[in-house]
């Protein structure tokens, strides 16, 4: 799959078009698999970090069981729609792909809750998932076939 060498102050990497292909496949299913963690998570009342969302505030927690909605827990959903528009793309940079979360709508409806309450966003527990995924998906045991 790919060649290392390391010859005096130098240390270099082939790829082949087929790893190309395996990282972006690898990155993709990294993007995914974070966003049904968000989505997952927000749903159930927590923040980026596992830690319960702030409470809403008195007068809004009202006008959410005024309409048949829950107080608790804060899971900043009212139809859906924000959690929704989470989309993922790939991005090529030269030799490097990138796995990039975005709203495709309710864009600002996100950006308002996410001052507030951290829900968009990658933990460092995420962040060790996301190496595991890419890592077994590229199956690095192939190096220097």
């Known amino acids: 799959m790919f060649k290392i060498r390391a010859e005096g102050r130098l240390i270099s ?8 292909k395996q990282v972006e ?23 980026a970090n596992e830690s319960p969302f702030e409470p809403y505030s008195k007068e809004y ?10 107080r608790t ?17 790939i991005e090529r ?6 796995g990039i979360l975005f ?15 951290n829900f968009f966003d990658i933990s460092a527990k995420d962040a060790e998932k996301i190496k595991k995924t890419v890592g077994d998906l590229i199956n690095l045991k192939e190096a220097n076939k």
């Open 93 to 98: 940079l030269n030799t490097s792909v990138r």
């Open 103 to 117: 709203f495709s709508a309710e864009g600002a409806k996100a950006a308002g809750n996410q001052r507030r309450r």
């Open 73 to 89: 827990p804060v899971t900043l959903t009212w139809t859906g729609a924000m959690l929704r528009s989470i989309a993922t793309k």
């Open 61 to 70: 927690a009202e006008f959410r069981a005024d309409h048949g909605r829950s």
């Open 13 to 20: 990497a082939n790829f082949t078009r087929e790893l190309n």
């Open 25 to 47: 496949k690898a990155i993709e299913q990294a993007a995914f698999d974070q966003k049904a963690r968000i989505i997952r998570r927000t749903q159930q009342g927590l923040n």
